[in-house]
């Protein structure tokens, strides 16, 4: 036997191959194999336990049985890994030292990790809707957490084996077209002619129009008339949002560019507009949807939280009375564009907590519609978030109240992050503190967002974020630069074998490597519940038991065999720690 990449995973396999072959057990039996509270070993089956009950057998008698056939397969090596009952039946797994050494050997790059963490999703067709901004509007700071998060999920799974679609599903065919339209029409607006920062103006012109509206009511008519010529494809003011949509394109591209973010396509609402009379027609073919005051819905009636005062719940909204389309109608047929297309198996939609009972909603509708229809249906989830706080505890704005623009956040981020560089390393060369002010300033934004649970809310703080004490970006990034240094003093090659190296002895050294070979499991708590502060604390928690085993053990001693394997452990740090951060987004640094 040589050693696992994923060992909860390959004794989960073990052990349901032997029980197939084992008297007593049947494919009912699920070993429940996880990692284990330290006292008793390091993963722990305790699928017997359940299996025994439902099946009125003795847990224990039955746990014994398997453990002897799974030793007797000769799948487990006594030296590698030590099998014991506990309990009332649980199973023990104990990893031997040499076990968690060899591990070391065994893997030891990015691409190691890669190789192994690939079955996690095993090729599985996946598309991630995100971060489907609107057009038109710029950007502020609500569109943050899509595009941090996004990002970071997106690079998991990627790195886990999915083969996956980003899709920028924009929300480029809303009311708001209409006003936008009337302003632009009624001020003779050149929009070819905005300069560099065309989507502020746009935003500005969607701003004053509303507000004329509300002045001269009248002119709701007008804005209405020029969104239903849209809908209609008339040409001139198919133009005009044609070019509207190019602006906000431009904007949002720059944004990306410099947040990291990677889409593969970009279909938005507008893509689905021909598409959508097929959702009516089949929703009402098999009875799903009905007519309602002149709109066409459908009802969930099972579901209480939808009423309000106890009245019929109220249903999903799949056509307006005017009989134009809508979210619902678009995202219906989105999903089945992705599943015809793409052939999409899993769909991970992400927005704001707000918009929760419209994915209920889509979730519900699709279920039924598929079923009906004979369909196969994806996996569909939706990643959710909590709201940015400022220090008063209240959502964080600008001093004068108004949302703060995604632009400026990013360049106080560089600037502040300039400062406290140059202050911790002024000898280094401007240009150099400018390009580690990049990625210590936007890496901290997106730190900080991505290590709290995304479900809550969190308090924004220059001064938290920025620390290099604590779990932030700055703590982590520092830890990569000063392994680097430990290896430009004795001139060895972090990436290059290193030979010669003894078995590992010491408990920090002991406690270091078992914490690195958790980064399997951190990577697959982290991809199962889509929300990455797990792999935040991991990192963290790495970056703890490192400095525990460097101010404990010292790596520049003169024993060949002791110092190498110190290395070793040094450069698997640095590895893991560097492929942590870029799945994160986060560009670690040479030095800083
Ligand atoms: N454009 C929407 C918004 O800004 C988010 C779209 C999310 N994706 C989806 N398929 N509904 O709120």
Request: contains cysteine; negative net charge.
């Amino acid at each position: 036997m040589s050693v696992w990449f994923n060992p909860s995973h390959a004794i989960d396999q073990i052990l349901r191959q032997v029980a197939s072959e084992t008297e007593g057990f049947n494919a009912d039996f699920e070993p429940g194999v996880r990692p284990a509270d330290p006292k008793f070993g390091d993963y722990q089956a305790n699928g017997v336990l359940g299996f025994a009950k439902r099946n009125k057998a003795n847990p224990r008698e039955l746990g014994q049985k398997l453990i002897e056939a799974a030793q007797a397969s000769g799948q487990f090596d006594p030296e590698l890994v030590e099998l014991s009952l506990a309990g009332p039946g649980f199973i023990n797994f104990k990893l031997s030292p040499k076990f968690i050494w060899d591990w070391q050997l065994a893997f030891s790059t990015k691409a190691d990790y890669q190789s192994g963490a690939k079955e996690l999703k095993n090729g599985r067709k996946v598309i991630i809707d995100y971060p489907s901004a609107n057009t038109a509007k710029q950007a502020h700071i609500g569109h943050l957490r899509p595009m941090v998060i996004g990002q970071a999920i997106s690079r998991l799974l990627d790195f886990c084996g999915a083969d996956l679609v980003r899709d920028n599903h924009i929300g480029d065919w809303g009311t708001n077209f209409g006003t936008l339209i009337m302003k632009i029409k009624r001020d003779d607006i050149d929009l070819s002619n905005l300069g560099e920062n065309a989507l502020v103006t746009l935003d500005q012109l969607y701003k004053d129009g509303s507000a004329l509206e509300t002045e001269q009511p009248e002119l709701r008519d007008v804005s209405r008339n020029e969104l239903v010529l849209l809908q209609n494809g008339d040409a001139e003011n198919t133009a005009i949002w044609e070019q509207i949509v190019e602006i906000s394109k431009v904007a949002f591209d720059k944004l990306f560019a410099q947040m990291g973010v990677e889409v593969d396509i970009t279909l938005g609402e507008s893509f689905y507009r021909d598409k959508v009379e097929r959702i009516y027609d089949e929703l009402t073919e098999i009875g799903l949807a009905e007519e309602s005051d002149g709109a066409l819905v459908v009802w969930h009636d099972e579901v209480k939280k939808f009423a309000r005062d106890n009245e019929r719940p109220y249903p999903f909204n799949i056509r307006k009375s005017d009989g134009a389309s809508n979210y619902a109608s678009t995202d219906l047929a989105t999903v089945l564009y992705r599943v015809e297309e793409f052939k999409a198996e899993e769909i991970i939609y992400l927005t704001d907590a707000r918009q929760q009972d419209h994915f209920q909603q889509l979730f519900l509708t699709t279920e039924k519609w598929f079923k009906a229809k004979g369909y196969p249906l994806p996996e569909m989830s939706h990643v959710f978030w909590g709201t940015i706080l400022g220090a008063d505890k209240k959502p964080f704005k600008t001093k004068s109240g108004e949302s703060i623009k995604l632009q400026e956040l990013l360049d106080e981020a560089r600037s502040r992050a300039y400062d406290v560089v140059s202050e911790k390393n002024p000898d280094l060369p401007e240009d150099e503190r400018r390009v580690i002010a990049e990625s210590v300033g936007v890496g901290a934004m997106k730190y900080a967002d991505l290590s709290s649970n995304r479900t809550q809310d969190y308090v924004f703080s220059w001064d938290r974020l920025l620390s290099f004490e604590g779990n932030t970006a700055p703590y982590l990034l520092y830890a990569v630069a000063r392994i680097n240094s430990i290896f430009r003093k004795v001139g060895v090659d972090p990436e290059a074998t290193i030979e010669g190296a003894s078995q590992l002895e010491t408990e920090a050294e002991m406690g270091l490597a078992r914490k690195l070979m958790g980064f399997v499991t951190a990577l697959e708590l982290t991809i199962n519940d889509l929300r990455p502060h797990f792999l935040c604390t991991y990192l963290y928690e790495l970056t703890s038991a490192y400095s525990t085993f460097y101010n404990a053990d010292k790596v520049m001693v003169d024993d060949a065999a002791v110092k190498a394997r110190r290395l070793i452990l040094c450069a698997r740090t640095r590895t893991v720690l560097k492929t942590g951060l870029e799945l994160l987004g986060i560009q670690p640094l040479e030095r800083m």
